[in-house]
């Protein structure tokens, strides 16, 4: 151990050493950053690069007339399906529609309730985790990250797969029916010996039931007295709903797709979609606005419009919050007028706010939106219309149903893996080729010196 630690400082030292020659190697002078490259993958007006084509899902936030983009609505569609309606028509009935948008998104049509059931079926098998899977995969090797475990336990399913390397369309489709009845529970047992083993909590670990929806079930696993309400799960099963697809531009999806397109297994490609969202400026921008949130209410009297103003606008100074000189929850690559998920939690949130007295809360959110909007315009000098994108009250929701935190991503991931996997399928049958971009090389050429001739770029003592 002694050594161990001995080898660890000095590298550290060496590391340490060499500190600005290794930033100074690392850094591109951004005069090589010419007109043509793609930075991000985006143009020169913030939309994606397109590089494909796809019939899952839709993202329309503008339209374009004579080349110019014109502000619009925002629409989401599952495979030509405004996800609004679907939403509504579950609301209305009083069911549970989540199962039904995975079907959707796979399949590529609305089940009848025969094929639904089935579907189900196959999805109920797998929310029971193999044997020994919670035991010798997530409580012998528990994290602090529950992302990170969620990654390594896709990773692991491949060695419970009889046949994980087929790529045809039969078994992707039965791996992917598997990965989304499994995914809620990995989430749900990883919290559960997380806050056992580094928070200090007692250890509660669930079993699914077989009779119940998705969102009734992880609000099952997840809470120790097993208890929710049947509104409750009916918020959290519009959650799933709204978060289980967004087009094949977003991040992680794309890196879904980029894998997918060299012909590696399922969870190797999921895997790498876990890892992305995973990110900070990808699937924990709800977290983001959370912390954002709790500066302002440090700071701003709620009801003094003014008052708001002046901490916004310290904000967006980065003389307050975490200094990024943003405001999280606040416009987006192609929403421009709404984004319709931002409008369906607003819609339906707004009572169970009441009830859970967090409607103070939900008026602040809404007065950030309100007065931030223009705010951000202003700086930008930029008369483009706005909006709150879904992040802005995601993560209030999330709150308002007893989620952890650090459970935010993890349950974006149980949604979203619908998507990816659709995503993937499509991607492995139509892509046809392997994605390979390319990066302009900027270096100079230099003579290869012997040993003797080389100068240390380090402190000998």
Same mark, same amino acid.
């Given at each position: 151990?002694?050594?161990?630690?001995?080898?660890?400082?000095?590298?550290?030292?060496?590391?340490?050493?060499?500190?600005?020659? /290794?930033? %100074?190697?690392?850094?591109? &002078?951004?005069?090589?950053?010419?007109?043509?490259?793609? +930075?991000? =993958?985006?143009?020169? *007006?913030?939309?994606?690069?397109?590089?494909?084509?796809?019939?899952?899902?839709?993202?329309?936030?503008?339209?374009?007339?004579?080349?110019?983009?014109?502000?619009?609505?925002?629409?989401?569609?599952?495979?030509?399906?405004?996800?609004?309606?679907?939403?509504?028509?579950?609301?209305?009935?009083?069911?549970?529609?989540?199962?039904?948008?995975?079907?959707?998104?796979?399949?590529?049509?609305?089940?009848?309730?025969?094929?639904?059931?089935?579907?189900?079926?196959?999805?109920?098998?797998?929310?029971?985790?193999?044997?020994?899977?919670?035991?010798?995969? /997530?409580? %012998?090797?528990?994290?602090? &990250?529950?992302?990170?475990?969620?990654?390594?336990?896709? +990773?692991? =399913?491949?060695?419970? *797969?009889?046949?994980?390397?087929?790529?045809?369309?039969?078994?992707?489709?039965?791996?992917?029916?598997?990965?989304?009845?499994?995914?809620?529970?990995?989430?749900?047992?990883?919290?559960?010996?997380?806050?056992?083993?580094?928070?200090?909590?007692?250890?509660?670990?669930?079993?699914?039931?077989?009779?119940?929806?998705?969102?009734?079930?992880?609000?099952?696993?997840?809470?120790?007295?097993?208890?929710?309400?049947?509104?409750?799960?009916?918020?959290?099963?519009?959650?799933?709903?709204?978060?289980?697809?967004?087009?094949?531009?977003?991040?992680?999806?794309?890196?879904?797709?980029?894998?997918?397109?060299?012909?590696?297994?399922?969870?190797?490609?999921?895997?790498?979609?876990?890892?992305?969202?995973?990110?900070?400026?990808?699937?924990?921008?709800?977290?983001?606005?959370?912390?954002?949130?709790?500066?302002?209410?440090?700071?701003?009297?709620?009801?003094?419009?003014?008052?708001?103003?002046?901490?916004?606008?310290?904000?967006?100074?980065?003389?307050?919050?975490?200094?990024?000189?943003?405001?999280?929850?606040?416009?987006?690559?192609?929403?421009?007028?709404?984004?319709?998920?931002?409008?369906?939690?607003?819609?339906?949130?707004?009572?169970?706010?009441?009830?859970?007295?967090?409607?103070?809360?939900?008026?602040?959110?809404?007065?950030?939106?309100?007065?931030?909007?223009?705010?951000?315009?202003?700086?930008?000098?930029?008369?483009?219309?706005?909006?709150?994108?879904?992040?802005?009250?995601?993560?209030?929701?999330?709150?308002?149903?007893?989620?952890?935190?650090?459970?935010?991503?993890?349950?974006?991931?149980?949604?979203?893996?619908?998507?990816?996997?659709?995503?993937?399928?499509?991607?492995?049958?139509?892509?046809?080729?392997?994605?390979?971009?390319?990066?302009?090389?900027?270096?100079?050429?230099?003579?290869?010196?012997?040993?003797?001739?080389?100068?240390?770029?380090?402190?000998?003592?």
């Amino acid at each position: 151990m002694e050594k161990k630690n001995y080898e660890s400082e000095v590298l550290q030292q060496y590391i340490g050493s060499l500190r600005k020659h /290794i930033q %100074k190697e690392y850094t591109i &002078n951004p005069k090589h950053f010419r007109d043509d490259i793609k +930075l991000g =993958l985006r143009n020169s *007006d913030g939309t994606g690069v397109t590089v494909g084509v796809s019939q899952v899902g839709s993202v329309r936030g503008y339209t374009v007339e004579d080349g110019v983009r014109l502000p619009a609505p925002g629409r989401l569609y599952y495979r030509g399906i405004e996800l609004n309606e679907i939403v509504e028509a579950h609301r209305q009935a009083n069911t549970f529609g989540f199962e039904e948008v995975a079907y959707l998104l796979l399949m590529g049509y609305l089940p009848t309730q025969k094929e639904l059931d089935h579907f189900n079926e196959i999805m109920n098998q797998a929310k029971n985790l193999p044997n020994g899977f919670t035991e010798d995969m /997530i409580m %012998k090797s528990p994290s602090r &990250n529950i992302m990170n475990k969620l990654a390594r336990s896709v +990773l692991s =399913l491949y060695s419970y *797969d009889d046949n994980p390397d087929d790529t045809s369309i039969q078994n992707m489709l039965l791996q992917s029916v598997k990965l989304i009845g499994a995914f809620p529970s990995i989430v749900a047992n990883a919290y559960s010996v997380k806050r056992h083993y580094f928070d200090g909590g007692s250890l509660h670990i669930h079993r699914p039931e077989k009779n119940l929806s998705t969102a009734e079930n992880f609000l099952r696993m997840i809470r120790p007295d097993t208890n929710y309400t049947e509104e409750e799960a009916h918020l959290l099963d519009m959650m799933l709903m709204v978060h289980a697809e967004h087009g094949g531009g977003n991040n992680s999806t794309f890196v879904c797709r980029a894998l997918s397109s060299s012909g590696t297994d399922t969870y190797s490609a999921i895997a790498g979609a876990v890892g992305s969202l995973k990110g900070p400026l990808h699937g924990g921008a709800n977290a983001k606005v959370m912390e954002m949130f709790r500066y302002i209410k440090a700071n701003v009297n709620p009801k003094d419009d003014g008052s708001i103003k002046d901490y916004l606008s310290k904000l967006l100074s980065g003389e307050a919050g975490d200094g990024s000189g943003k405001l999280y929850g606040l416009g987006h690559a192609v929403y421009t007028i709404s984004d319709p998920r931002a409008v369906l939690l607003k819609k339906y949130a707004q009572h169970i706010a009441e009830l859970k007295g967090y409607d103070e809360d939900f008026r602040l959110l809404q007065k950030v939106e309100e007065l931030g909007i223009p705010m951000i315009q202003e700086r930008h000098n930029s008369d483009t219309p706005m909006c709150a994108n879904v992040d802005m009250y995601s993560g209030l929701v999330y709150t308002m149903l007893g989620i952890p935190e650090d459970v935010f991503t993890p349950l974006f991931a149980s949604a979203r893996i619908v998507g990816w996997c659709a995503n993937r399928i499509e991607e492995v049958v139509s892509g046809r080729r392997i994605m390979r971009p390319a990066y302009r090389a900027v270096i100079t050429k230099v003579p290869y010196l012997p040993v003797e001739e080389r100068k240390t770029h380090f402190m000998d003592d």
